[in-house]
T-cell receptor
Framework: GDSVTQTEGQVALSEEDFLTIHCNYS??????LFWYVQYPGEGPQFLFR?????EKGSSRGFEATYNKEATSFHLQKASVQESDSAVYYC??????????FGGGTRLTVRP | EAAVTQSPRNKVTVTGGNVTLSCRQT?????MYWYRQDTGHGLRLIHY???????QIGDVPDGYKATRTTQEDFFLLLELASPSQTSLYFC???????????FGPGTRLTVL
């Protein structure tokens, strides 16, 4: 079945550092890829989506590019802030309505 | 902004107890979902629905029933709760198959 792997379980950075969270997927067909963010005490929130190869999704300074050859959708941000501290989830949606999530990456940004 | 509400926000029950978790969305979305969130497992889909009266099985359905009574309301039922069902439960809705999902604030369930 479909699966999403996030390499880093936790990432700790200082403000203004560059962020990369790695996401790789395994799926048949041509899935849509998503990033969600979850702040403490809240449900996950949609960040952005990409639906085709080489498409870049972006929001709030975060971005990721759909790479079908590498089966990847890595999240990046040029300069993180303390307010970016949260859990980030990569997810895919293949044929049908089910969304498959990765295990999540907890980002902690030190002031 | 889509509005998804869940009740109760916290629930404590005993092993073998009956629990119903409620979810309501007010944006006329067709699709609704129930997830559980556990450390090390991320979010896992329990059941989902395309509309009133429809139910689809998710990835971790054992021990759970669900019912979609109206377009707005989706319930998760645990008829014989077990400690392994202690978790944080999220409901979500979406308007189209490939659209983003909007999540509720979650219900923390503890089974003693």
């Amino acid at each position: 079945g479909d699966s999403v792997t996030q390499t880093e379980g936790q990432v700790a950075l200082s403000e203004e550092d560059f962020l990369t969270i790695h996401c790789n997927y395994s799926a048949s067909g041509y899935p849509a890829l998503f990033w969600y963010v979850q702040y403490p005490g809240e449900g996950p929130q949609f960040l952005f989506r990409a639906s085709r190869d080489k498409e870049k999704g972006s929001s709030r300074g975060f971005e990721a590019t759909y790479n079908k050859e590498a089966t990847s959708f890595h999240l990046q941000k040029a300069s993180v802030q303390e307010s970016d501290s949260a859990v980030y989830y990569c997810a895919l949606k293949n044929a049908g309505a089910k969304l498959t999530f990765g295990g999540g990456t907890r980002l902690t940004v030190r002031p | 902004e889509a509005a998804v509400t869940q009740s109760p926000r916290n629930k404590v029950t005993v092993t073998g107890g009956n629990v119903t978790l409620s979810c309501r969305q007010t944006n006329s979305h067709n699709y609704m979902y129930w997830y559980r969130q556990d450390t090390g497992h991320g979010l896992r889909l329990i059941h989902y629905s395309y509309g009133a009266g429809n139910l689809q099985i998710g990835d971790v359905p054992d021990g759970y029933k669900a019912t979609r009574t109206t377009q707005e309301d989706f319930f998760l039922l645990l008829e014989l709760a077990s400690p392994s069902q202690t978790s944080l439960y999220f409901c979500a809705s979406s308007g189209r198959v490939f659209a983003e999902q909007f999540f509720g604030p979650g219900t923390r369930l503890t089974v003693l």
